[in-house]
T-cell receptor
Framework: EAGVTQFPSHSVIEKGQTVTLRCDPISGHDNLYWYRRVMGKEIKFLLHFVKESKQDESGMPNNRFLAERTGGTYSTLKVQPAELEDSGVYFC????????????FGPGTRLTVL | GESVGLHLPTLSVQEGDNSIINCAYSNSASDYFIWYKQESGKGPQFIIDIRSNMDKRQGQRVTVLLNKTVKHLSLQIAATQPGDSAVYFCAESGWGGNQFYFGTGTSLTVIP
């Protein structure tokens, strides 16, 4: 069974540019999560999809971040315009069940904003 | 907000010794806890979980201990091996919660 995949693995952009990260969850997992780890700090929750609906987006930093999950399959996270403080590793995770269930993580996308 | 932290950011142990990684949390309503292992270039991988109605749970070479009185969680790795070198995160969620709150991570280095 394929795991969670993320693309790209690395992205280097300049401040003010736009970047779109993609996540493909494990097939059949309705729940999809985005997390972010800024250098040396904890992994922080960004948002949670159940199928195509946003269940919880309380962790989204600001309106420069837009997450979508068209058709309830893969998800994209767009940052526009990117700022220096957006640099970090963005993880996607998926799970079958919403509550108290193991979340399977992807390898992450390392975003560097110069 | 939630606060999940670790007592030590780095830990070095000799191969074959036991390792203990600690984690403190602040939300007394936390109901479910997971330890994740993250190797370089990979995402966090599930190691073991425990629910708040338990004090101890054992897996293969790993044991998680939960002390709800002092809101403390620990991960014990028996006979630590070089392949155990990684960053270990504790994560917790409240009852019925869908998001996990992670600690900053402890970097474990196993010395051959």
């Amino acid at each position: 069974e394929a795991g969670v995949t993320q693309f790209p693995s690395h992205s280097v952009i300049e401040k003010g540019q736009t970047v779109t990260l993609r996540c493909d969850p494990i097939s059949g997992h309705d729940n999809l999560y985005w997390y972010r780890r800024v250098m040396g700090k904890e992994i922080k929750f960004l948002l949670h999809f159940v199928k195509e609906s946003k269940q919880d987006e309380s962790g989204m930093p600001n309106n420069r971040f837009l997450a979508e999950r068209t058709g309830g399959t893969y998800s994209t996270l767009k940052v526009q315009p990117a700022e220096l403080e957006d640099s970090g590793v963005y993880f996607c995770a998926s799970s079958q069940v919403t509550v108290d269930n193991e979340q399977f993580f992807g390898p992450g996308t390392r975003l560097t904003v110069l | 907000g939630e606060s999940v932290g670790l007592h030590l950011p780095t830990l070095s142990v000799q191969e074959g010794d036991n390792s203990i990684i600690n984690c403190a949390y602040s939300n007394s309503a936390s109901d479910y806890f997971i330890w994740y292992k993250q190797e370089s270039g990979k995402g966090p991988q599930f190691i073991i979980d425990i629910r708040s109605n338990m004090d101890k749970r054992q897996g293969q070479r790993v044991t998680v201990l939960l002390n709800k009185t002092v809101k403390h969680l620990s991960l014990q790795i028996a006979a630590t091996q070089p392949g155990d070198s990684a960053v270990y995160f504790c994560a917790e969620s409240g009852w019925g919660g869908n998001q996990f709150y992670f600690g900053t991570g402890t970097s474990l280095t196993v010395i051959p």
